[in-house]
C-alpha cells in the first residue's frame, strides 16, 4: 500500500500533458455495453495514429486550502511503445521520463533526482501503463482500466473516466479528457478534492523519435 500511494503520487503529478492518440479498434462489446462500444468507435475515427506525437502545455493544479492555483508549463513527447518525456519549462525546469517498465526525474541541469523501477516497485507497471492509457487515449486501455461515458460530434469528443481499481479510486476520483484528432484538454479530480486541468497546444504528429529524444529513452 505504501508503494502504491508513493507512486500514484508520482502518477498524479505526471499528467502535466496529455499527447495525441496511438488508439487500437476495441474488442466486441457485450449487449449491455454497446453504447460505450459506439462513442469508442466514433472517438476512434478521429483520433490521428502516429508513431510520435509532440507539442506543449500548460497545467493547472488546484490544492484544498489554497487560493491560487500552481501553474506550469512546458513541451511533451509521446513515442508509441517507448514512453513519454515532458519538459517543465516553468516555474522550474525539469525533465519526467515515463518508460513501461521505470520513471526517472531530472533537474534542469541533467543530474538525476529520482528514479523509479518496476523490479523494485510491482505497482509502477501497472501505474505507467494507466498513465499511458490517459495520455494517449488508448481507447482499449481505457475500457480496462475506466468506466467509460461521454458523447462524440463532428466537432470533437468527451470522456468521463472513473476508475474502475478500488485502489486507484482512493486517490483518483475521476478524469474528463476533450480532443479530436489529439486529446487538448485533461481534467484530474483526486479524491481529496485537489485537481488539475491540463491544456494542450500545438500537437503534432511525426513518424519517428529526433536524436535528442531517443537518448533520453535509453
Known sequence: MKSFVKTSVVWAALLAVVPAAFAEKPGPAAAKDQVTQDLLDKVKQQLKDAPVVRGKFEQE??????????????????????????????????????????????????????????????????????????????????????????????????MHLVPRDPMLAQWLASVDLQGGAFVREVKLQEARGDSSVIRIQDATAEQALRDVDVALFR
Open 61 to 158: 493544479k488546484s490544492i484544498k486550502g489554497f487560493k491560487q492555483p500552481l501553474r506550469s508549463s512546458g513541451e511533451f513527447v509521446v513515442a508509441k511503445n517507448k514512453g513519454i518525456v515532458w519538459h517543465v519549462l516553468k516555474p522550474f525546469e525539469s525533465t519526467l521520463i515515463v518508460k513501461p517498465d521505470s520513471l526517472q526525474s531530472r533537474r534542469g541541469d541533467g543530474e538525476v533526482s529520482m528514479q523509479m523501477r518496476a523490479e523494485d516497485e510491482p505497482v509502477l507497471r501497472t501505474v505507467n501503463a494507466m498513465l499511458f492509457a490517459v495520455m494517449s487515449a488508448d481507447l482499449v486501455q481505457l475500457r480496462q482500466f475506466f468506466e467509460v461515458s461521454g458523447k462524440a460530434q463532428a466537432s470533437g469528443w468527451q
